[in-house]
């Protein structure tokens, strides 16, 4: 492995907001640290903005919107750019995935093996459709008698505030800059407390790409203080949130205040469905990295994992083996599989929902509360013989823990799999290609793969039902996310 950029002291100690093309210090002064999750040592630390800080943001996204040269560029300009953008992320790859597993306490070869490549094909994606965003004709039969001629057209939506969590920060931040970038719209991003550094660099590279002063702002610090006045501020015209569905509730009811344009991306508490007629071997793999990869910190973790009944017991020992042998502890070192969860916070989170399921009857079969001692570990759990009424089964825990629920029959694997609020990914693991299209059918979810866990690709529309969100990230459908429709008609004799 390549070495590691946080080791060759390349990743910054010390960082500010970026508003219009510069780094800027807070006001008052205000500074906010990073913790390593492994040591809990102080990594950096960055300006903690307030309110005139956003305001500074939004005036310059706005004013570059309204009246300067990003606005003035065709959708074949704009992709050149964000062309070049993506060139250098690409350049910058190792770094910035080191910035976020260094930030989060992930293995750094997870951000560097996927997420990098996923935003480089985001960025790269979204480039191509910047001269792709075409309207309609419509037939209408005219006007007071005259032929008319309707059509229309997709224009940028402003200026847009986009709110980002700390699982998979640059992805994210790549899956809503890019598509805003290529519709022509202008951003303020406000990342995560805990991973401020990668969306700074993006900001950075925007510059370096060419992106006009003013298109790409970020301002750090707190999501009550800066995420509350930028979904307040009159100047931005729509947000993009993924985070929790706590805050994203409040922000869309902040935002419906004066009919602000909201997308929301937020929790899961997804199933994978095993059926006895799956091969085994790819379904315990599957179910594995569903709900390990990341800490099991992925708002599509496979955290349910609903097993035919015949075979539950032994598959569920199974993938507590598994649990067991993976191996925790600092994620830079060398053989570690897992590192801590990213905050303190986290790991109470985790620990009080372990204490519900042993409490409420589940078998713990591996894993379970660890003594706290130093940096934010949990070991890999699995809970056997739930049912669907546990806490366990039904709150998203955002951790290393898997649910094992039976299931007698299809009917009863659907109504399990859609008996939660959340309706994110879901996976079917079965060798009867029917029964696979008739479950994927029946799941109530954003995305339902076959034999397959959560594929993301910059192509294929992400986003949530029920309270998993509003919306959809990536493919066409994330770039038109970013455009109004207007139609024209004009009377044409
Ligand atoms: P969070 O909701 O605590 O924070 C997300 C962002 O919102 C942060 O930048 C935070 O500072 C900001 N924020 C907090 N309070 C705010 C307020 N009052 N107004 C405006 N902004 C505010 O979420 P998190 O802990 O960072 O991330 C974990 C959650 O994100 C999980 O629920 C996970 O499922 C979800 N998530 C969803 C997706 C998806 O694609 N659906 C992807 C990743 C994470």
Redesign the pocket.
Known sequence: MTKLQSEAGLLPTEMFHFINGIEVESSDGARGELINPVDETVLASYSFGGVAEVDAAVSAARSEFDNGVWSSLSGYQRGCLINKLADLVERDADLIADMDAVCIGRVPMEPRILDLPNAIQTIRTSAGWADKIEGRTIPTPGYLGRATLSYTVNEPVGVVAA??????PFM?TCWKVAPLLAAGCTVVI????ETPMSALHLAKLAKEAGIPDGVVNVVTG???VI??A??RHPGVDKIT????????Q??QTEAAKDFKRVSL????KSPQVVFSDADQGEALAGCAMGIFFNQGQ??AAGSRILVQRDIADEFAQKLADVASNIVVGNPQEEGVQMGPVCKKAQLDRVNYYIREGVAAGASLLAGGECPYEKGWFVRPTVFAAATNDMAIAQQ?I?GPVATVIPFDDEQDAVEIANGTVYG?GATVWTSDVKRAHRMAKKIKAGAVGVNCWAPIDARLP???VKQ??SGR?CGLSGVMAYTEEKVITVVTD
């Open positions: 709110i980002t969590p700390w699982n998979t994210i406000k990342p995560s407390e707190s999501g009550s995420g509350n930028l979904v949130f993924t985070g929790s569905p706590a805050v994203g409040h922000i991306e937020l929790g899961g992925i708002c998203e955002f994110l992400w986003g949530g998993s969100g990230e």
